[in-house]
């Protein structure tokens, strides 16, 4: 609504508190809406990047400190202190095997502790590539890329060779991640 977006202009963090409200109410075994009685046993929330993330969990107890007292002190605590329950809420980052990714899921699980008071559960690496080629295959495929062959068969072997250093590279990058994180880390192709 018009008068829900001029809300949100004036006040800071609206929008994020409204939406982390929502998942609570969401997550909640008794809805206060009584013409929806659904009941979920699990709500997942794919939440934006990192630092936006990391911004809509913190909300909660910064309104609550805003206000001091009141219902949206009562709210925004129950909310946070959801957020902090590790016995209700989890927290998984999902990165490529990638520097930057990692290094944004590296500092995340840094800073969630002190965002909510709970850590990552677990780190998934999507889009790893998988091992196709040894270490010995990929000198073979060198040597072989420099014989002269044909455009297509040159290109094939380009290719093939592409694909091994960016395995190698996610392997390096993923050695990192599970070197540096507390979190265990789960891969998927």
Wanted: glycine share 6%.
């Amino acid at each position: 609504s018009h008068a829900f977006q001029y809300f949100v202009a004036a006040a800071p963090g609206a929008k994020e508190l409204v939406t982390i409200g929502k998942v609570w109410e969401l997550a909640q075994a008794q809805r206060w809406d009584r013409h929806n009685t659904s009941v979920y046993d699990t709500v997942v929330v794919d939440a934006p990047a990192s630092g936006h993330g990391l911004a809509m969990l913190t909300t909660p107890r910064t309104f609550g400190e805003i206000a001091r007292v009141g219902p949206i002190r009562r709210q925004a605590f129950k909310i946070r202190d959801m957020l902090a329950d590790p016995a209700r809420t989890g927290y998984v980052a999902v990165a490529l095997p990638e520097e930057m990714p990692v290094n944004e899921t590296l500092e995340l699980e840094e800073r969630l502790h002190g965002a909510v008071g709970a850590g990552l559960d677990a780190i998934i690496v999507n889009a790893v590539y998988p091992d196709r080629f040894s270490k010995a295959e990929a000198e073979k495929l060198r040597a072989a890329a420099g014989n002269g062959h044909r455009p297509e068969a040159a290109g094939a072997l380009r290719a093939a060779l592409t694909e091994y250093e960016r395995a190698r590279s996610q392997r390096s990058h993923l050695r990192r991640l599970r070197r540096e994180a507390s979190a265990p880390v789960l891969t998927l192709p």
